[in-house]
């Protein structure tokens, strides 16, 4: 039987990696593009043409004419933030309607998933994970526990099945005793009219329609959403996402079979990042921190928020290639360390029992990061266009990863544009 092939996209980090940037690079090679998990809560951002974009449900492979893209099963749709991003678009000359294609079975966000979502971390106090507030949390809560809204239901009979589930919802409220309701009317009268703008797009059985694609013969990337740090199985829980952003998460937010899955790109940055609260090892709380947050600007996509910045983690980045089983790496903002001296790489974990090891424990709160120190290139390579002009120092560092991580790395990032990535 002909089939076409699957390759997946996904963080191996605690998110903002550059996803979004090497999906858009990648998509001329596909003919659809699909999200799997996630919702708002990921800022994907692209650059191109002097303009930047800032995506957060809809998939990165919008911009490169004609591909098809789909919003699965598995993501987690605020029909208000969705039209504003989508009105967005089209304001700047993208057309979406023919191009998008949303799944009956992707589960609605409520304007009241978004409340528990703040009540639920008052609630934690100083335990609070620093979600995104999108309600991401109680959405997938409440399709794990059989109580979700569909897209699909939007077509029939809506008014009453949400009227039940906002009922639900706010004896949940009650209960936490939570009483700030400011401007919630007119957040719900938003959020209906997204639900209209909703009905303009193809609402359909996405599963269906993949594999009909790859019976065609056709390719998908499967683009996903934060990273393998916030998977909510692997990650470092509960300081996580709700959902599966592995590999395995494409086959269940997209109706796609293990055995269709080809190549696994592995996304991370030169460094590491992240936002909200939980646990870090290779955290940098001195100058180097900063200056890494500065050059990189390492402020979040979609609440602004501080990133934490620090070294690269190889121990964590080799469990994330395990479960993901990722079969080649992608190398982001490897710019932001180009007038560095000398940077570093966290190559063991020292526990607190005193035990070095390389493998990635049950808890990383504790851990101490063993580091090997690297000579840093020093040349400014955001303007190269082969991996020829690669200092050698660079490439040294590339070797040294590639045998850390007994992955090849195939392209290295070295700025924010489509152009400034380099293919080895
Ligand atoms: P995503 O969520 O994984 O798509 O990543 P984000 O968009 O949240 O964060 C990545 C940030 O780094 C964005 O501001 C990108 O424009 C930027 N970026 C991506 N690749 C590079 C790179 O190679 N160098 C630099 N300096 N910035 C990059
Ligand atoms: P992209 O796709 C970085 C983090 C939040 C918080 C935790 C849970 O742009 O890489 P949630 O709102 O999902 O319940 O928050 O996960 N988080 C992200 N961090 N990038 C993201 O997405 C993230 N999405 C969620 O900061 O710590
Ligand atoms: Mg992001």
Redesign the pocket.
């Known amino acids: 039987m002909k089939t076409g092939k699957v390759d997946v996209l996904l ?1 191996l980090q605690w ?7 090497v999906v858009d690079v990648l998509t001329p090679r596909y003919d659809v593009v699909a999200r799997f998990q996630g919702g708002p809560n ?6 191109f043409e002097g303009q ?1 974009y ?1 995506l957060r449900s809809i998939p ?1 492979g919008i911009f490169q004419g004609g591909k098809v893209n789909i919003i699965g099963n598995g993501v987690v749709l605020a029909p208000d933030l969705f039209m504003d991003e989508a009105k967005d678009l089209e304001k700047s000359g993208h057309e979406l309607h023919s191009r998008l294609r949303i799944s009956k079975k992707a589960h609605l966000i409520m304007p009241t998933h978004r409340i528990l979502d703040r009540a639920i971390e008052a609630a934690k106090g100083k335990n609070k994970v620093g979600t995104t507030g999108k309600g991401i949390g109680p959405t997938y809560t409440d399709k794990v526990s059989r109580n979700g809204l569909r897209v699909g239901d939007i077509l029939d009979g809506f008014e009453a099945k949400y009227e039940a589930h906002k009922q639900r919802h706010m004896q949940m409220l009650k209960a936490l005793g939570w009483t700030d309701f400011d401007g919630f009317e007119e957040t719900e009268k938003r959020w209906m009219e997204g639900v209209e703008y909703l009905k303009k797009f193809p609402i359909v059985d996405s599963e269906i329609e993949i594999n009909k694609i790859l019976r065609s013969g056709k390719n998908i990337l499967c683009e996903g ?1 934060q990273g393998t740090m916030l998977d909510v199985d692997f990650g470092s829980y509960p300081f996580v996402t709700s959902s599966n952003t592995i590999c395995a998460g494409a086959c269940t937010g997209l109706g796609i079979g293990p055995n269709k899955i080809g190549n696994v790109y592995g ?1 991370m940055k030169a460094y590491c990042t992240r936002v909200g609260a939980g646990p870090f090892p290779t955290e940098l709380f001195d100058e180097t921190g900063k200056t890494i947050r500065d ?3 390492e402020y ?2 979609v609440t602004g928020r501080e990133r934490r910045c620090g070294w690269i983690d190889l121990v964590q980045l080799r469990y994330s290639i395990m479960v993901d089983g990722v079969t080649e790496l992608i190398m ?5 360390l180009d007038g560095f001296d000398t940077i570093k790489a966290c190559v063991a974990y020292k526990l607190p029992n005193g035990t070095v090891t390389r493998d990635f424990p049950y808890e990383i709160d504790n851990v101490e990061p063993v580091y090997k120190e690297i000579k840093g290139w020093k040349t400014d390579m955001t303007k190269f266009t082969s991996p020829d002009q690669f200092p050698q120092e660079f490439k040294d560092y590339i070797k040294f990863l590639e045998d850390e991580l007994e992955t090849r790395i195939g392209i290295i ?4 544009d489509r152009e ?1 990535t380099i293919e080895l």
């Open positions: 963080g998110g903002d990696e550059g996803k979004g940037k990921a800022g994907h951002t692209l650059e930047k800032v990165s959403a996304i050059l990189g600007h979040g996509a982001m903002k490897s710019d932001v990032s070295i700025g924010p400034q």
